[in-house]
């Protein structure tokens, strides 16, 4: 590691090259030699832990329980559902040989396990009695994708997928939308980030869904990101694989199916929500560190400010993740930087003054505030900034999500604005509206919003009367 | 459903026949429409997070962080090794073709991920201050195998594996050790399965290896178990890869490289080590279920009882994973045998008498043995208990691995026990004997114990000087 502070262009002058400063000096993630492919180093992938531990909190809790499925899925499988196979087959890797010789029939690396988990479905079920059933998988999946950009779309990603089976239509649509609203209870929560939730238009469903729901972030830049779906897939899936019940009236059934599914990708839209000049800004709930200390030790001193920073370093850690940062290479100016790029919430300066005083110095990476307090309060304080801190920054993007979510009568408004933030308009439900909108501008219709006023006007791009509120913007 | 308990083949009529019923109908596991594929069910797959939870515990605190490197590894990188290309090449799985089209170069689905661990680790490392690198990741890995059987030897299984890169050859042999005992102190502590250390013979080391470490479990059929390795990889990756580090001295030096392993198949010897006739016998520790309540409902007392049932399901799950099974389609009869055959360790009856007399009946699923206990007991009986199970099924399986393991002069010996068991002997160090009883017998080298004694006397092949006390036994 060199002895300078690794540069950081702003994000003013080139958004995607900060990005990409920032989520590898940060060591969150590095190119892997293959392109479109990842790697998460430790102190992304401790943030991938922490997602994962609320979201198996919610997901226990609704009664969800994990498995785990096959990686590579026999073709015939993949092409049961027509919609469902037309909308992945350009995505997908094969395996072609296996064991030292051509396989008779190529498997697909999944890019999703509806059609496998279907097969298994099948055969698991036969009675009202089983259902419902809700499982959830974490695992790996592959999409050969030709623009790639690391955490907000690679080749292969990690991801939960949710499979659920149910006896009713209602019962289904139910838990497509539960489990929508606990993805935005996580993402609001644990990473601060504040969403819209609606519907997918006809055009921007997944392939082989009924309904497609979705939550949209509205990243630094102003451009959108779908940050988690769920699917209401009706019985075709259910149909294609054969997923039939035995229900009590005595009557052969199909099931009612969903899935769901958020990835990797959640932190990607953390870093571009939260992400200053200076690097990361990270949420204290998800932060691989929430407090780093720095010793200021010098000449005679040195000990002394060692021993009390180990003492403090002891304090905290029995509440908080907290790193005590003695590097003796670096100077405090330098690891000041270097902590506040890689986003850690809070630092603890203590130096031969504060021993003496018995008191320490935090500073804020949020606002930069700093304040002294004594060693009885430090504690205290510390669990009081880091609530502050997780609060502060959901208000922040909370605030810039809602001065830059703009209402619009005419679509073309939105050049005023650059096309960066979200635009809300009227929309007559046709597809060709739409697709003008996209053709011209680049935006897309990002979800019929579900907490909309009702809508009453004409649609933004024909005048013609309007049948849906839209949510339209551009998007990663 | 039906009515009427799944039958398990007795262990000593077919042992294979007895493991596939135990694993189906325990729910575990099921086949996957693919030859050599698994589906692991929510019940088996909670085991495994039972064992992710105690392993990252130890792997954190001994400084190891969690990463993930990706699944395709391409095939320029698999072959710069060349023992371990040799070892893993003929098992491989290939993705040829992406996003529709042939890919210029073929990728293997990983089997192992030292190769592209190595690629990164190289770009990664300049400096001995960047040393030691201590990573893991949990995922699956994909190896074509002939014959298998769910948790001992599918093609795809998932694991974690950890790589690690030192300065020095000491502290990479200490490490590779220090992961070793991890293993052991997990595999035992938790699973309850005793297990012998030892090195391997050069003939079962690791593709790549300079020397593997193993772990050896003794299953109820006498057969052994290979349940963990850890591998000293000495600077072969590292030269292979190019991981060099500018050593204080200003040297240029290549590192010292491990990786150690542990899978699914820890499941397979959880059930063979524990399981009886009846069906699984889970250790309370991994158990999904700890204690499960049963009402015994009739008549006119059945809500007074359901309610008794519930506040004592209310009580306990405070502290333990409990189960409270009121499915009025089955008799208590079917319950019981049904939660048997599921080992879960604690069946707790509840019926009118109970309730009458503020009691409950516990019944231990390891030994069948039963007690009334009153309610203010009930809680510390159920904690006190399951310690009991916990330590019994480990002095139960010790006993049995004291018991069938025989020393002998003479490799033939092992004809009298049918070959099952672990038969320690001393060896000349020469791979010919190793193979004339493989050949002869069907036994192989299970390893080289660490804490054998000191050897002393005649090779059991050749009656030669022995150099090694070894282990071994038929092995899965």
Known sequence: MENVLKEITPKSVD?????????TKADLVDYAPMKGFMVIKPYGYRIWEFIQEAMNREFRATGH??????LLIPEHLLTKEAEHVEGFSPEVAWVTM?????LSERLAVRPTSETIIGAMYAKWIQSYRDLPVLMNQWCNVVRWEKATRPFLRTTEFLWQEGHTVHRTREEAEAETLQQLRIYQRV????LAIPVVAGRKSA???????VETYTLEALMGDGRALQIATSHFLGQNFAQAFDIQFLDEDGVLKYGWTTSWGSSTRMIGGLIMVHGDDKGLRLPPRVAPIQVVIVPIMRGAERETVLAYATRLKDLLEVKFRVRLDARPEFTPGYKYNDWEMRGVPLRIEVGPRDVANG???????????????SWDAVESTVEGWLDEIQ?????EARQRLSERTVAVTDYREAARYGYRGFFTGDWCGQEACADQIKAETGMTIRCLPLDAHPMTGRCVVCQEDASERMVFARAY
Chains 1, 2 share one sequence.
Not at 98 to 102: A, F, L, R, S, V
Not at 187 to 190: D, G, L, W
């Open 391 to 395: 609060r502060h920054l959901f208000e």
């Open 15 to 23: 958004y995607s090259q900060w990005y990409v400063d920032v989520i």
């Open 187 to 190: 993402i609001e929560k644990e």
């Open 98 to 102: 296996g064991g030292g010789e051509p």
């Open 203 to 209: 055009g921007e469903r997944f392939a082989g869904a």
């Open 359 to 373: 008191s320490v110095v935090l500073a804020r990476r949020d606002t930069g505030a700093k304040a002294t307090v």
């Open 65 to 70: 329980e994990n498995a785990y499925f096959p």
